[in-house]
């Protein structure tokens, strides 16, 4: 690809930038010296479009379809070059998670350097990868503690589709790329072992839930308002199979309270985990028993003005909002706040479900919040609900209804057969 000064793909901004405006820039050091990044702060830019930057990505893409039609086998491009071509075509496709958890995964794969290598795997020729390559790359990750699913699922299927992209005829900007077969279309994929039924009955989750609100009205002032708004939560969670981070974004303005005491939130489609791929809005309903405790939570004084669910602000925020309001939740560590709370809704039900087997609790082995999920879906599915209309009640598809979310254990599978029986002996 030519070299014009100041244009690159940002990993850190995850896109193509320009520095060749007079814009701010960092100068990097180390294996990467003489490379100009944007600072942090400018991060925001990148994702409002200006004038200067329109002409700077005009050139670039101009510079791209010229360096494409000349490309040819002969031109041994690289695994770096061509993840260069590849994560410039996905961009647009992917939403900013996906993409981060893209470029991460395949960093970690093209650094990769085999022992006697003088190169890494991203400095290799991809024409001459072999599927023996990859196996050696796979075993060595997985003897560095990684679990074969991360590595199967994740890091091979992102190097996978990396080789997919590049060894097929595109159209436009991208003809030409050198690989006219797929160099490792014949590696097979790891055997992973099928995952643990994610079973909770409806008895334990019943007792779990009851545990969190006493757990809440035991404490006092601040601790028990924000305790009994995420035990409202954690019940939503389990009455309706959405998604908790859909829960930990939900706002006000996004949520429609109809006459028979039904309720939906109606989110974005770039709010939530499909809404990139399918374009379309996530509707999550809600039951009249989960709309009266979020009726409870709107009629607090002092509650947060935007966000539904909120939990006890952090000392790093003191100066965010009234300790009534409190912070809205993140789901996963990574999610931090931009003010430094690490607090996540993820950590706080599993510091709770050990407290409750601590208090005598029987509890399933392993048992998450996301099992919540799994329990709606598998239990759906012993009233005898399509899979269909189960999965338009919980954003997914389908075949995700069938494959990962219906878990029947011993009682489950009898319940199913006593209904099959039930309606075959039935009379006309």
């Not at 600072?39 to 005009?58: C, F, N, Q, V, W």
């Not at 809005?281 to 009726?295: A, D, G, N, Q, S």
């Not at 996963?332 to 709370?341: A, L, M, P, R």
């Not at 009682?411 to 075959?424: C, P």
Request: aromatic share 8%.
């Amino acid at each position: 690809m030519p070299q014009q000064p100041g244009v690159f793909y940002d990993k850190r901004a995850k896109c193509w930038a320009t520095n060749s405006l007079g814009e701010p820039r960092h100068i990097a050091k180390g294996p990467n010296a003489g490379k100009m990044y944007r600072p942090r702060s400018y991060a925001r830019h990148l994702t409002h479009p200006t004038k200067d930057r329109r002409a700077a990505e005009g050139w670039l893409n101009d510079q791209l379809e010229t360096t494409a039609t000349k490309l040819s086998p002969a031109n041994n491009l690289t695994l770096d070059q061509i993840q260069e071509f590849y994560l410039h075509a996905v961009d647009g496709d992917l939403t900013p998670d996906s993409l981060n958890h893209r470029v991460e995964q395949l960093d970690r794969c093209l650094g990769w350097r085999g022992r006697g290598w003088a190169q890494t795997l991203g400095q290799r020729v991809a024409a001459e990868v072999t599927v023996d390559d990859i196996e050696t790359m796979a075993d060595a990750l997985l003897a560095e503690g990684l679990s074969r699913s991360y590595v199967n699922d994740s890091l091979l299927r992102s190097l996978r589709r990396l080789f997919s992209w590049a060894s097929d005829v595109k159209p436009g900007l991208y003809a030409g790329l050198p690989l006219k077969e797929n160099p490792i279309a014949k590696f097979k994929s790891l055997v992973v072992p099928r995952r643990k039924l994610r079973v909770v009955s409806s008895n334990e989750a019943a007792l779990f839930q009851k545990f969190l609100y006493k757990s809440a009205l035991r404490e006092s002032g601040l601790l028990r308002r924000f305790g009994l708004i995420t035990a409202h939560m954690i019940f939503a969670l389990r009455e309706t199979g959405a998604r908790p981070k859909e829960l930990c974004v939900a706002e006000w303005s996004e949520l429609n309270v109809h006459a028979d005491g039904w309720g939906t939130i109606i989110l974005p489609d770039w709010k939530h985990k499909t809404g990139k791929k399918t374009g379309r809005e996530r509707i999550v309903p809600l039951p009249p028993h989960v709309m009266r405790r979020i009726e409870w939570i709107r009629a607090l004084p002092g509650r947060h003005e935007k966000f539904i669910f909120t939990h006890k602000r952090s000392q790093l925020c003191r100066e965010e909002g009234t300790p009534e309001a409190g912070q809205p939740w993140t789901w996963v560590n990574h999610e931090k706040k931009q003010c430094g709370t690490s607090q996540n809704l993820q950590g706080w039900f599993y510091r709770h479900r050990i407290a409750a087997e601590a208090a005598g609790l029987t509890m399933p082995k392993g048992f998450r919040m996301y099992w919540q999920r799994s329990r709606f879906s598998t239990h759906a599915r012993l009233k005898g609900n399509a899979a269909s209309q189960i999965a338009q009640t919980m954003g997914t598809s389908e075949k995700y209804i069938e494959a990962s979310y219906s878990d029947f254990d011993e009682q489950n599978t009898l319940s199913i057969a006593r209904l099959i029986q039930g309606r075959m002996n039935a009379k006309p």
